[in-house]
């Protein structure tokens, strides 16, 4: 660490030690106006993180630091298309996707042309001018990709479900044959399109899946020369899916400046636009540009997802937390935490700085959750009385996503009981007198109180959206992509890399051939080679 890091944090260090002594609790007693001093609204997204240890000089340490790493100066590297993803050589231009108006860079150009080719497929599936081998129309899309090439549509695809046209949107991702067939259960081959979505195409999962795809669809009756009518691919490997047998016609274009976790806003969205529609498609591009538009312009002490980076800094450097909760209480966003764990684990779980340096202090911190109000018949227990501090995403709709209105308030007071618990606790008294008003003899009281004691003072921010509508959509995700930049910046870590997962998939080939019995290693280690022989079988 540099002198001037070392001094920086060696002040928030201190200053942690300040904070940890004033509860939550305290905190709110203290100032009636906190929320009003800790909340702010951009693009249909408002932010309360009032209920986190922090007061104004927190604020001002934190961005004091975030002055120092340049965070101001790298925002408008992204931007602007500076090679920020220096170990690779390129630019990391995803808000370029979204761009709105007239194109006026290369690279917008490239987006318009690539949308134009994308708009006429959407429209001819649309409008059932695409048939299948035996002149039906297209009524089910399955789209075979993993990691980025999958979580964000089908996470999309689910929370905009109630936009859903005609179309049938499936997906398979996983290397388990299972995935693949059970999607083909009831599939119709004749009215059946696959889009093979890699940006590599290389990857064994995509590649496996899509051959398996194509034997099915042929043992189906599909004669070779009909098959480009149910297969489009996306990549910017053009000779890898031409050799796969897709024609150029059905090729959609991707390039190298977009990151593969950052791609769901280009033709990888063809299976979202296909669903939704290309119109809908526009909308949440539109919510992730007018997010970006923020960003680029709000000061940093006004800026949502910096605020959201900094909150994600000072918990995982300052008071020892490894693991974060995203919890949306809609059951249409129950994909969310896992879309995220990719943005955030892949983006910034690394050991080694920009510049090449170990990492001392902790980085990535672990992304988790699932949908509200599940979540509080399975894991709540922990965060109320377990020992971890866990800071939390709380994410709810302002408007009801069904006609059961009722079940929304319900669903909101779930969600705000939950923080409000978080925060507030149970303490030994008050257990007592709810004891003492259920009959319990004092003997039992003493017993039973201390089980029933919440500490509380556990931090939490929320996210409220007017409502899931697609362009509330894309600034959610947009806020949490620049979120993970400004941590980038802050922990001075490349996150638009991932040389994390090559080893693995190096090792998977060698290890595949042995387990098939052509090529075993005697150097391997005792467990693995073990390991290959039971599962032969
Ligand atoms: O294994 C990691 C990864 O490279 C991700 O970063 C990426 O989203 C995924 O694999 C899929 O890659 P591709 O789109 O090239 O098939």
């Not at 201190?14 to 007693?29: G, N, P, W």
């Not at 539109?286 to 960003?295: E, I, R, V």
């Not at 450097?317 to 919890?327: D, E, M, N, P, R």
């Not at 509508?469 to 806020?479: A, T």
């Amino acid at each position: 660490m540099k002198t001037s890091t070392k001094t920086l944090y060696a002040q928030l260090q201190q200053h942690q030690k300040t904070m940890k002594t004033l509860s939550l609790r305290r905190l709110f007693e203290d100032d009636s106006h906190r929320n009003d001093r800790f909340s702010a609204e951009t693009s249909g997204i408002y932010f309360d993180y009032s209920k986190n240890h922090i007061n104004s000089e927190t604020l001002k340490l934190l961005c004091k630091f975030a002055e120092h790493r340049k965070l101001s100066q790298a925002m408008s590297d992204l931007l602007s298309g500076k090679h920020v993803n220096n170990t690779e050589n390129r630019p990391a231009l995803h808000t370029a996707l979204r761009f709105q108006g007239k194109p006026k860079t290369e690279q917008e150009f490239m987006v318009a042309e690539a949308k134009k080719k994308m708009s006429r497929l959407v429209n001819s599936i649309e409008t059932q001018q695409w048939l299948g081998f035996t002149g039906k129309p297209i009524n089910t899309v399955i789209n075979i990709g993993i990691g980025g090439s999958d979580l964000g549509p089908r996470m999309i695809t689910q929370a905009l479900s109630n936009y859903k046209k005609n179309v049938d949107v499936k997906f398979v991702a996983n290397i388990d044959g299972a995935d693949l067939c059970d999607t083909l259960i009831g599939a119709d081959p004749e009215t059946t399109l696959f889009i093979i979505c890699s940006k590599s195409f290389t990857t064994l999962e995509t590649l496996e899946n899509a051959h398996s795809a194509k034997r099915w669809i042929q043992q189906q009756g599909c004669p070779d020369k009909q098959l480009k009518q149910h297969f489009i691919a996306i990549s910017t490997n053009l000779p890898a899916a031409k050799d796969f047998g897709i024609c150029d016609k059905n090729i959609l274009p991707l390039w190298n400046w977009v990151g593969g976790r950052y791609s769901l806003w280009s033709t990888i969205g063809l299976s979202i636009a296909l669903a939704i529609g290309m119109e809908h498609f526009e909308e949440l591009l539109l919510g992730a540009h007018q997010m970006d538009k923020h960003y680029a312009t709000a000061p940093l002490q006004n800026n949502l997802p910096v605020l959201a980076g900094l909150l994600s800094f000072w918990y995982s450097q300052f008071w020892g937390c490894s693991s974060y909760a995203v919890l949306p209480y809609a059951k249409r966003l129950s994909k969310l935490p896992t879309y995220l764990q990719q943005l955030d684990m892949e983006s910034l779980g690394k050991n080694i700085s920009k510049d090449g340096e170990p990492i001392n202090t902790p980085t990535g911190t672990v992304t988790w959750g699932t949908e509200g109000s599940n979540s509080q018949h399975s894991f709540h227990q922990l965060l109320h009385q377990g020992n971890q501090l866990i800071p939390i995403d709380f994410i709810m709709a302002k408007k009801p996503m069904s006609p059961l209105i009722h079940q929304h308030a319900y669903l909101q007071a779930c969600c705000i009981g939950q923080s409000q618990a978080l925060l507030k606790g149970k303490t030994l008294a008050d257990a007592e007198t709810e004891l003492r008003h259920q009959g319990l003899d004092e003997a039992s009281i003493k017993t039973l109180a201390p089980h029933k004691v919440i500490i509380g003072n556990k931090p939490s921010n929320t996210i409220l959206i007017e409502e899931l509508s697609p362009q509330n959509l894309g600034s959610l995700i947009s806020f949490y992509e620049h979120k993970v930049y400004t941590l980038g910046v802050l922990l001075n870590i490349n996150p638009f890399d991932q040389w994390g997962v090559e080893l693995g998939k190096q090792l998977s080939q060698p290890t595949y051939q042995a387990i098939i019995g052509k090529e075993s290693n005697t150097l391997w280690d005792s467990s693995t080679n073990s390991l290959i022989k039971k599962a032969r079988s």
